[in-house]
């Protein structure tokens, strides 16, 4: 009998390609989930967003094509980030299967293998907005355990020929399992250490527990009891912070120690200026009723919704640093280096645009942008309320396009007149008789004026509208229906107040917002 190292060929011409074998799985599983490891628990040493996973994962956001980041928003909502990180494994399981059988066919070809890999998670994050060279640490470390349990695993799994067949079987099964395991285990170890850093390394949560935020200069104007309809299931008029939407491009919430943070602000400005926390919270805040909505909301979507925000005006921090004549646009850039181009214009035409440091009477959540966050009334998110903020630099739009813009969004994207229907949900099957109709309508910066109601092929009917105290609050609306027994189409539009009604025409969130008019089928019994 003769000892090999999994099959050989003969007379050294190249043999079989090699087979994915319970053995290669192994192998290949116990390599890649050690060099994952590892690389976790090094990252949570030095910098968590130097996770290769999570780079990887990254670059696979900014290269996706607009079709395939719409599929992922619309069919796994805010768990996409999660989907994507799930598939990265998924994708880094499958090729561990071929490294694991080259590697037992022969030791140079599995380091060929994870050097390959190990080339690709090294350039994933260094070409990270933010990356610095010790980025590369983590990836690199775990390449290195990733050879060492490598090769480990190789030597054990040492085979022997059976005749007459010639199937190789283990050599020592033993060593096997007991290789494998340690290594399992150890891999287990380094990543449970490396969550547990990650926690432990939570800047940012301790740094928000140590803010209070002063009394606002100019409060939000208190709320009449006639903006809130009393039907239920009706959108409640201000969304807590734990309900509203988050959608953007973190795999990995930043967290910013605000004794550490900077806000810069510079470009075409002649006194270029940067704050510490504490001196914007020295300046006088304003608080004000705002909603929000983001640009890849579907008809109908979820991603939507109205807080008190508390922050510093914008326009006198602009103004104040001395604006040249020309520019056009505001860019901010967060500190995971994703960049939002905002129209000037809008930042100095009065609305309240604001450095946002408190959402509905809290420090900003750090999903939401701890330690500050902009604010643009009226427009899509994408271009009016980078998250993290850093840094502000005034230019033009023909200078620079940020981040959305230059994946083909639109450079200005004001709020297109929407509205939906909340209650009765879709297929809901009520009792024939009175059915009560609600939902919200927005149109923020112009504010609405009516909303109407239409059943199947009826007459539109005028719903009864809320009070809209601000033009950049949606407002909630109802209808009291007197339905009859079978099948019906529930439809509705808005106008706001320049006089503009919906468009039935269906457009797809790209490039610049979402239209056509929501609707629901029901069943009445």
């Known amino acids: 009998m003769t000892t090999a190292i999994g099959p050989r060929p003969a007379h050294g011409r190249p043999g079989p390609p090699p087979s994915i074998g319970p053995r290669a799985v192994v192998v290949g599983l116990l390599t890649a989930g050690t060099v994952v490891a590892v690389a976790h628990l090094v990252a949570g040493v030095l910098n968590p967003a130097a996770d290769p996973v999570l780079a990887v994962g990254a670059v696979a956001i900014d290269l996706a094509p607009q079709p395939v980041k719409a599929f992922a928003i619309r069919t796994f909502g805010t768990a996409d980030k999660l989907v994507l990180v799930a598939a990265v494994h998924v994708v880094l399981a499958a090729a561990s299967g071929i490294i694991g059988a080259a590697a037992l066919r022969r030791r140079r070809y599995g380091v060929i293998g994870l050097a390959a890999f190990t080339v690709i998670g090294v350039v994933a994050v260094l070409t990270r907005p933010t990356a610095v060279a010790v980025d590369a640490t983590p990836t690199i470390a775990g390449a290195v355990a990733g050879l060492l349990a490598m090769l480990a695993l190789v030597r054990s799994a040492g085979t022997v020929a059976v005749p007459p067949t010639g199937r190789p079987r283990l050599l020592n099964r033993r060593q096997f399992l007991a290789t494998s395991g340690a290594t399992a285990l150890s891999a287990a170890a380094a990543a449970t250490t490396g969550q547990a850093l990650g926690v432990d390394r939570g800047v940012g949560t301790r740094s928000r527990a140590t803010v209070r935020i002063p009394a606002p200069a100019s409060p939000a104007p208190p709320l009449p009891a006639s903006v809130r309809t009393d039907v239920d299931g009706v959108s409640p008029f201000h969304t807590t912070n734990r309900d509203f939407y988050r959608v953007d491009t973190a795999l990995t919430v930043p967290q910013v120690d605000v004794d550490r943070w900077r806000l810069t602000l510079g470009g075409a400005v002649r006194r270029p200026r940067s704050w510490r926390f504490e001196e914007l919270l020295g300046r006088e805040l304003i608080e004000r009723d705002i909603t929000l909505n983001c640009v890849s909301n579907e008809v109908g979507g979820p991603y939507i919704g109205t807080a008190r925000w508390t922050g510093v005006p914008l326009a006198p921090l602009l103004r104040e640093a001395g604006l040249e004549v020309g520019p056009d646009q505001l860019v901010s850039r967060s500190v995971d280096g994703m960049t939002i181009g905002t129209p000037l214009r809008a930042v100095l035409d009065g609305r309240d645009a604001m450095l946002v440091v408190a959402m509905n009477g809290e420090p900003l959540p750090l999903e939401h942008g701890f330690p500050v966050r902009m604010l643009v009334p009226g427009l899509y998110g994408y271009v009016g ?72 092929d009826e007459p539109w009917r005028q719903a009864r509208l809320a009070g809209g105290p601000s033009p950049d609050l949606w407002r909630q609306w109802s209808y009291r229906w007197d339905a009859t027994p079978g099948s019906h189409t529930i439809r509705v539009r808005a106008t706001d107040v320049a006089g503009a009604t919906q468009t039935e025409e269906r457009a797809a969130p790209f490039p610049s917002g979402a239209t056509g008019w929501h609707s629901v089928t029901v069943t009445i019994t």
């Open 385 to 456: 309320a980078c998250k993290w903020l850093t840094e502000l630099e005034v230019t033009t739009f023909a200078a620079y396009d940020a981040y959305w813009v230059r994946r083909g969004w639109a450079a200005d994207a004001p709020v297109k007149t929407a509205s939906r229907v909340d209650t009765p949900r879709p297929f809901a099957r009520r009792p024939a008789g009175p059915v009560m109709i609600a939902g919200v309508a927005w149109a923020q910066r112009r504010g609405i004026s009516a909303v109407e109601i239409q059943v199947d």
